[in-house]
């Protein structure tokens, strides 16, 4: 390795992020980074080669791939333990996901070989920072299993995800994908497909599932997809009517009169206001004043 260049530890694997379309979007850690290691593990050298040509880096590189990964990680490995510090790189966004990246990093981390990022974009955080849903607590799925009992039980596990839903999804299975989403979670959940993040063609679109359905049922779909999906509503409420009265009894001593009351909780629970008012009525005002008690701070 070039000893001019003192920034980078040797026997070390960097995980590069590398721009998603846009090469303006590479940072300038990550141009010195492979211009100073002595290989760049690359999942498609051709692809990486383009991003190497701009930046004018003539660093060697490695094919990195889900298809030759089981006999590249030994010589890689093999690299490292000599001395060499590698950088390793996906064809876009930051290596390891969705992609086969994180086998390289576990065997370095199982060899005691250091591993140092170096961040970059990612198309999944991306396209929820610009979604408009919920961006606090979230999950990312990456693909869904393409069939079978796989995918059915994967839709299912996910109906109940309170957290938003960020995956991956290839264009020639977007349909499909769009049609299995509103069939196990409902047509009405909120959406958000990005595509060609970055990109001349960048697109965001938004949405219901039913309405996207019926969108690309018809479009031709072009590029990579990353879909943002509205997290199931929680619960709340138990509709018994035990339950529901326990709930009116809370509302009426915080004041409300009982067509207040009853009208806050038909709304939350998504009821009739006739059978919640209906419920009220059997509540006697000794009831709720016992509950305003029960839930008055101590002095």
């Known amino acids: 390795?070039?000893?001019?260049?003192?920034?980078?530890?040797?026997?070390?694997?960097?995980?590069?992020?590398?721009?998603?379309?846009?090469?303006?979007?590479?940072?300038?850690?990550?141009?010195?980074?492979?211009?100073?290691?002595?290989?760049?593990?690359?999942?498609?050298?051709?692809?990486?080669?383009?991003?190497?040509?701009?930046?004018?880096?003539?660093?060697?590189?490695?094919?990195?791939?889900?298809?030759?990964?089981?006999?590249?990680?030994?010589?890689?490995?093999?690299?490292?333990?000599?001395?060499?510090?590698i950088a390793l790189v996906s064809d876009a966004g930051m290596p390891g996901i969705s992609d086969p990246g994180y086998e390289l990093v576990r065997a370095c981390h199982e060899a005691d070989i250091p591993v140092v990022p170096v961040p970059g974009a990612s198309a999944a955080v991306t396209a929820l920072s610009v979604s408009g849903l919920p961006t606090d607590r979230f999950v990312f799925e990456g693909f869904l299993p393409i069939k079978g009992k796989e995918r059915r039980d994967r839709l299912e596990t996910l109906k109940s995800e309170t957290r938003t839903l960020i995956l991956y999804e290839a264009p020639h299975r977007i349909v499909q994908t769009l049609a299995d989403f509103a069939k196990h979670w409902g047509g009405d959940r909120a959406i958000v497909i990005a595509r060609e993040i970055t990109k001349l063609h960048e697109e965001f679109w938004t949405g219901t599932l039913n309405d996207a359905l019926t969108i690309y049922q018809t479009k031709k779909p072009l590029g990579e997809y990353t879909l943002v999906i509205a997290g199931a509503q929680p619960t709340q409420i138990d509709l018994t009517d035990e339950s529901l009265r326990k709930e009116l009894k809370l509302l009426l001593s915080q004041g409300m009169s009982r067509s207040q009351a009853s009208r806050e909780l038909a709304n939350r629970a998504e009821l009739s206001r006739r059978r919640i008012y209906q419920l009220a009525l059997t509540i006697s005002d000794q009831d709720y004043l016992e509950s305003a008690a029960d839930i008055a701070p101590n002095d």
């Open 1 to 85: 390795m070039d000893s001019t260049h003192k920034s980078l530890s040797a026997r070390t694997l960097y995980v590069v992020g590398t721009p998603l379309g846009n090469l303006e979007d590479m940072t300038f850690r990550a141009i010195a980074t492979l211009k100073q290691v002595d290989a760049i593990a690359a999942e498609d050298t051709r692809h990486t080669g383009k991003l190497l040509h701009y930046f004018q880096i003539s660093t060697p590189q490695i094919s990195y791939h889900n298809h030759n990964r089981l006999s590249r990680i030994p010589e890689v490995l093999d690299r490292l333990q000599q001395g060499q510090a």
